[in-house]
């Protein structure tokens, strides 16, 4: 029988998840969980932006709007302000272990599994860059960040089943002991960088702004000492902190040629890939401020809990404040 996989958040990562499930080598049973089910049926199509691939179309998505009582595993994949208690209210009905591809901080991991119980949480890690154009979902799949699943000792063989569902959709994935603290440690190396992109506007408008670069570089490396007590982050992740401090020069570089750095990196980057640039910019940035001011709220609370210094931090998450909501 088909592995049944009931997605909630059918936004662009859930929905690359899904068609590439339901159209892979061993096709997976998909059910995307909805606010609402359209009276018409939507194809959905998603568009690889990097190496082959092409598009892919699943014609017939089934929507629904609650969890399916037969589904094997729900994968979650809906915006870090929105684990809330109307996700629970969704959750809690059903029996079948959770896999959130949303970043969970340990605020999150407490509640969820105060909310929904011991033993159904399995916190991932996604290896899937998305986003909707004009209908069409895009997506890279980084060579070197695999889609991880957090496995206990003690093992569940759903989460193996459904890495192998992932591999098989030609997305590379592992289940594995500590995926939890490898997602904080992860997030809490780059969230700052974006909080800055988000406050200033642009890329461009942060590396001109020597004094907000300065503030963002700050922050990022609070975030990366208080990360490490929680995980040991990604290689890419430990790199692109290093990349984006002093210390990939030395602690005696002056600030500008930081800046310098950056701004040759961001060229680099945009003549090989303009739409990744752009996308982090939209996305990282402007449309998802809700998450991350949600993302500083919550960093500042972890830093007082363990009495560590976070002026910067503060500071960037007061600038997200000031900046306000995004219509």
Same mark, same amino acid.
């Given at each position: 029988?088909?592995?049944?996989? $009931?997605?909630?958040?059918?936004?662009?990562?859930?929905?690359?998840?899904?068609?590439?499930?339901?159209?892979?080598?061993?096709?997976?049973?998909?059910?995307?969980?909805?606010? +609402?089910?359209?009276?018409?049926?939507?194809? /959905?199509?998603?568009?690889?932006?990097?190496?082959?691939?092409?598009?892919?179309?699943?014609?017939?998505?089934?929507?629904?709007?609650?969890?399916?009582?037969? $589904?094997?595993?729900?994968?979650?994949?809906?915006? @870090?302000?929105?684990?809330?208690?109307?996700?629970?209210?969704?959750? $809690?009905? *059903?029996?079948?272990?959770?896999?959130?591809?949303?970043?969970?901080?340990?605020?999150?991991?407490?509640?969820?599994?105060?909310?929904?119980?011991?033993?159904?949480? @399995?916190?991932?890690?996604?290896?899937?860059?998305?986003?909707?154009?004009?209908?069409?979902?895009?997506?890279?799949?980084?060579?070197?960040?695999?889609? /991880?699943?957090?496995?206990?000792?003690?093992?569940?063989?759903?989460?193996?089943?459904?890495?192998?569902?992932?591999?098989?959709?030609?997305?590379? +994935?592992?289940?594995?002991?500590? *995926?939890? !603290?490898?997602?904080?440690?992860?997030?809490?190396?780059?969230?700052?960088?974006?909080?800055?992109?988000?406050?200033?506007?642009?890329?461009?408008?942060?590396?001109?702004?020597?004094?907000?670069?300065?503030?963002? /570089?700050?922050?990022?490396?609070?975030?990366?000492?208080?990360?490490?007590?929680?995980?040991?982050?990604?290689?890419?992740?430990?790199?692109?902190?290093?990349?984006?401090?002093?210390?990939?020069?030395?602690?005696?570089?002056?600030?500008?040629?930081?800046?310098? +750095?950056?701004?040759?990196?961001?060229?680099?980057?945009?003549?090989? +890939?303009?739409?990744?640039?752009?996308?982090?910019?939209?996305? @990282?940035?402007?449309?998802?401020? !809700?998450?991350?001011?949600?993302?500083?709220?919550?960093? *500042?609370?972890? @830093?007082?809990?363990?009495?560590?210094?976070?002026? !910067?931090?503060?500071?960037?998450?007061?600038?997200?404040?000031? !900046?306000?909501?995004? $219509?």
């Amino acid at each position: 029988m088909a592995l049944h996989v $009931a997605i909630v958040g059918a936004g662009s990562l859930g929905s690359v998840f899904g068609v590439r499930l339901a159209s892979g080598k061993d096709p997976v049973r998909v059910s995307f969980v909805t606010r +609402s089910v359209p009276e018409a049926v939507n194809p /959905l199509r998603i568009e690889k932006v990097d190496g082959a691939g092409g598009s892919l179309v699943l014609e017939e998505p089934v929507r629904v709007t609650a969890i399916p009582q037969d $589904a094997d595993v729900v994968l979650v994949c809906v915006r @870090f302000e929105q684990i809330d208690a109307r996700l629970v209210g969704l959750l $809690a009905p *059903v029996k079948a272990p959770v896999v959130t591809m949303t970043p969970i901080f340990p605020q999150h991991r407490a509640y969820l599994d105060g909310a929904l119980g011991p033993g159904r949480l @399995f916190p991932g890690m996604p290896g899937v860059v998305a986003y909707d154009r004009e209908g069409t979902y895009r997506y890279w799949l980084p060579r070197m960040a695999s889609t /991880l699943i957090e496995q206990p000792e003690r093992r569940e063989p759903v989460i193996d089943k459904l890495a192998q569902a992932f591999e098989a959709a030609g997305i590379g +994935s592992r289940a594995q002991a500590g *995926v939890h !603290a490898t997602n904080v440690a992860t997030t809490f190396t780059f969230v700052p960088v974006m909080m800055g992109i988000d406050v200033m506007g642009t890329i461009d408008e942060l590396l001109a702004d020597k004094d907000a670069l300065d503030l963002v /570089l700050r922050a990022a490396n609070e975030a990366r000492q208080l990360g490490h007590e929680y995980g040991k982050p990604t290689i890419w992740a430990e790199w692109f902190v290093r990349f984006t401090s002093r210390s990939m020069l030395g602690s005696w570089a002056p600030k500008g040629m930081v800046a310098n +750095s950056l701004r040759m990196a961001v060229a680099f980057a945009r003549r090989r +890939s303009p739409e990744g640039v752009a996308y982090v910019e939209e996305h @990282f940035g402007r449309k998802l401020r !809700a998450q991350n001011l949600d993302m500083a709220e919550k960093m *500042v609370e972890l @830093f007082r809990e363990r009495d560590r210094p976070h002026e !910067a931090m503060a500071e960037l998450r007061d600038r997200l404040r000031s !900046a306000g909501s995004v $219509a």
